[in-house]
């Protein structure tokens, strides 16, 4: 992403060392959207020519996903699929049309199902989308309130901290579910064990996924944190009277909280891992249970739709992500 | 402490000393990752069970002493199940870890030393395949492919390789610029030769730590990948399998799931521990 961008930025900033500060922001901008624009294209060619890789012909084991049983059909009998899912035409042409198609919100036709892929995950995304951010937000809440409460503190509840820390982070996601599930569902009966898409239901699938996450982002804000509690701004602070939580809530937090907001970005992928699990654990209706139905009947069009649009989701988010900082952070603004 | 003047500790003050000095964490994983070892050489050490034995009077029983982790739905000790299970599940780790590095080397010092178009071409690659998190990017391939043994092992080694590959492209950029990269070069040494014998064995150094760590990491996937019904299938003892099995009662029978889990867990973590320390070491080392 910043090969090219960086090239660009200062052939122009030589040619024209008076250039505004405004035009290079408005012209990093371009260069970052065009390089998301691309990486999204190349993310598309990868879903699309995956389903080339499916071993033996096409029609056939569309045909036999159908029927239920394995055999051999005639040409007579492979035509009209053939003519259905545009398996005639040349590659060249049918991949064109799958990009363009994408412009138009087509993501291709089910194997198993025979209607668009954008009607089999439709309705599902919602209940994803909202698992997956309020994972996101609890992992930061829990995190904050970890790192508020311990960092820094005597030595043996800083260590407490850290060590949940570590442990929390390298928990699977499905070893956490099935725990929550056991503690609070099946012994102690405050949770249904089938939740659905209800408000108590959500409860332990976004705990779920917001454990692990917590730990991660503690972690690496943790060492932010201590640093920055050593600042002599903060001592100056202290010495104008300010009390510690104040300390900690105003200066210290803001300062220690960029590198887990990047990661943030980053960390998507792995919440949309932890929620195809979740969901399927907590029989949580979304695209994981979608996801692994089509998985095991092979229906490689609407797993790679799904794949394809989580991709989408995680290059525009981290393409937010690098351009809050592009307009916020001076220092990138100005290299 | 001597060269201060002070006497050398001795006795019980001087045993303090030394365990201070062994970190409980290692010394834990230690251990785990020695009785792993074990299991795997000869699972016959640590049970004295058979992990295929049915038992149908003694079926869905709770931890007790004559069965630590319970017996499962046909009556088989989940213990001596979990320990047969340890060479499948090493294996797949094992497997998938190298799968992922082969490819990281391959991509990461093909882009590091070609540099130009090759370098951002590879770049790019990379960039559109962390798009793909590592858990779809697997269903992906089993969906291609079907469940089974292999595509589990190529789906995880594939799904994590441009991690790896990434850090690797980093490395031998680093190692690159060193300064007894150029005296070697400056010496008139072939650029083959300097490759082989300077460039490469350091950039591979800190990969070293990586496989270990590599390997928690993909028997954790590699099991949620048979969690979801969609690994090793069930009859057989491997950990994922087990987990597998273990779902239905999940609201009966506790012990099915969360043992397993947890030694996955444990097993993940002492590696990934050992991992880290081998990386600090290395390091201060390299310094």
Partial sequence: MSIVGEATVTTVASRRPAARPV??????????VVTAVLVLLGAASVTYFSQYLVPGNRATAILNEQQGRAQQYSAAQLAPVNHKFGFDK????????YIGGLFRGNLGTSYTQFKPVTQVIGAELLPSLVLTVCGLVAAWVIAVAVILLT????RFISALGSTWEALTASLPPYWVGVVLLVVFAVEIRIFPVIGGTSVLGTVLPVLTLALPLAGFLGQVTRDEFEKVLDEPFITTARTRGMGDTAVRLVHALRHSVLPAVTLSGWALGALVSGAVIVENLFGRPGIGQVLVTAVNSRDVPVVSGIVLVVAAVYIVA??????TY?????????T | MTALGFPEATGLARLRSIRVRVRPGIAISSVIVLLLLVALIDPGLLTTRSPTAIDLEHTLLPPSLSHPFGTDDAGRDLYTR????ARESLSIGLGATGLAMAIAVLLGFLGGLAGGIVDIVIARVLEVAFAFPVLLLALLLIAIYGPSLQTEIIAVGIGSAPGYARMVRGQVLAVRKAAFIEAATALGHRRAAVIGRHLFPNAMRP???MITLGIGQSIVWASALAFLGLGVAPPSPEWGALLDSGRLYITTSWWLEILPGAVIVLVALSVTSLGRALQHHLEGAAR
């Fill in chain 1, 151 to 154: 960092a820094k503190r005597r």
């Fill in chain 1, 326 to 334: 592009a307009l916020i952070d001076p220092r990138l603004r100005d």
């Fill in chain 1, 23 to 32: 035009a290079r922001t408005v012209r990093r901008i371009i260069v970052k």
């Fill in chain 2, 82 to 85: 979990v320990v047969y299970g």
């Fill in chain 2, 207 to 209: 990969l070293v730590a």
């Fill in chain 1, 90 to 97: 040349p590659v060249v042409v049918q991949y064109l049309d």
């Fill in chain 1, 318 to 323: 981290n393409l937010l992500v690098d351009l």
